[in-house]
């Protein structure tokens, strides 16, 4: 696949429109990803753009944060408070294929924009709805951001117990129920528009941030329904080494054995502490004693190099920039370079490639409301009825 000409493949969503009320993260990846499969994204925003417009690292009042998440999607600028806008957007609905919002539960409706409310306009919409705990239930209208869905859903507990010595949860900066969920929104809707294909209808679907959390709690989930002996000590961690970590992943029999050469242990393969999986998981501690007390006495390059050649699977511990300028990812193509009112970035690509689709990120960041006269003209709304809807014509440098 890396050497296709991607200039000359079609996009999978070539021809499909998505109307996307989404903001922050969640819905707004969720739309990205439908973006660089060759979906028309319609972002719709407030004059004064969503939230993520101001989410650093700003240059020239531009955020690369807010590119990352919405490169590749057109700008339409609306009042949904307004009686004008509305009706707008439900003349937009006749047009679209999908339609993406992550409102708490409640807000779609009270603007009369709901599944309930717009599907006649447009029988083969696809609705796609994400929030914090579902549409209906005794939880459903909680606020909810990434952080209180990783508490509620177990996710933090669960790490912290695989802390030695530790307690009180870790600090959250990295929002893995926003992506993970906007991942499930994407798998849904390729899931309905497949369906839709033979049936001619389309459907509402409902995604919950806190059961796409649980799906990454998959032992966890198990183990609370059974009584399971708890591991004497975490199964994956670092092994220290003369200048920093390395990550050691002992999955399998194989793996097991291999490390035990390494390390220069052949007899412990037949040690009856750790010769049986049930034996390795009662002295996991002993175990990984034995394995740091090689691994501390080199470096982490000699240590990767030795594990490596027994096909041991391991990592040092990086940084995003380490990461980022591997060359794996350049070879392939995992980074795009985007520009915008602040000049140029770079941004993920989809981490999937396809032997015959194109998936990329656009090139070129829209500018806020950039296309807000050409979709209302579109609707058939006439250059007086443009005037008096948006009062003057959108700005379209505030990036």
């Not at 439900?90 to 999908?98: C, G, P």
């Not at 990812?329 to 989809?350: I, K, P, Q, S, W």
């Amino acid at each position: 696949m890396a050497g296709n000409d991607e200039g000359n493949l079609t996009r999978s969503f070539d021809g499909l429109r998505v109307l996307d009320f989404s903001t922050t993260i969640a819905g707004p990846h969720c739309t990205r990803m439908l973006a660089d499969t060759g979906a028309e994204v319609i972002k719709i925003e407030p004059a004064e753009g969503e939230t993520m417009r101001t989410r650093p690292p700003v240059r020239n009042n531009c955020s690369t944060a807010f590119g990352q998440l919405n490169v590749g999607k057109r700008s339409l600028v609306l009042d949904l408070k307004s009686p004008e806008g509305v009706e707008a957007v439900r003349r937009l609905i006749a047009t679209a294929d999908v339609l993406v919002e992550n409102f708490r539960p409640g807000v779609m409706r009270r603007l009369r924009l709901d599944y309930a409310s717009v599907h006649h306009i447009n029988p083969k919409l696809i609705f796609c709805s994400i929030s914090g705990y579902g549409q209906t239930g005794p939880s459903a209208e909680l606020p909810a951001y990434a952080p209180v869905i990783h508490a509620a859903s177990g996710y933090e507990m669960a790490h912290v117990a695989h802390q030695p010595g530790r307690s009180r949860p870790d600090y959250c900066g990295i929002y893995h129920a926003d992506v993970l969920t906007g991942v499930y929104a994407f798998g849904a809707i390729s899931a309905a528009l497949y369906q839709r294909s033979a049936s001619g209808k389309g459907q509402h679907i409902d995604v919950s941030m806190m059961e796409s959390m649980l799906t990454l709690t998959l032992n966890e989930v198990q183990a609370a329904q059974f009584d399971v002996k708890p591991p004497q000590r975490p199964m994956f961690g670092p092994i220290e080494t003369t200048d920093g970590y390395v990550m050691v992943a002992i999955a399998s029999e194989k793996t097991f054995q291999n490390l035990m050469q390494v390390i220069g242990r052949p007899e412990w393969v037949s040690d009856p502490r750790f010769a049986r999986y049930s034996d390795r998981r009662d002295n996991w501690a002993s175990l990984m004693d034995g394995v740091e007390a090689w691994s501390r006495a080199i470096g982490t390059q000699a240590c990767l190099a030795a594990l490596n050649e027994y096909g041991v699977p391991s990592s040092a511990y990086r940084t995003v920039r380490e990461a980022l300028a591997d060359p794996q990812l350049a070879h392939r193509g995992g980074l795009a370079e985007v520009e915008d009112g602040g000049g140029t970035f770079r941004v993920l690509n989809l981490p999937f490639r396809m032997s015959g689709a194109k998936v990329a990120a656009a090139r070129r960041m829209s500018t806020l409301g950039e296309h807000t006269l050409s979709y209302l003209k579109e609707i058939g709304l006439s250059e007086e009825q443009i005037a008096d809807f948006v009062g003057q014509r959108p700005k379209t440098a505030q990036g």
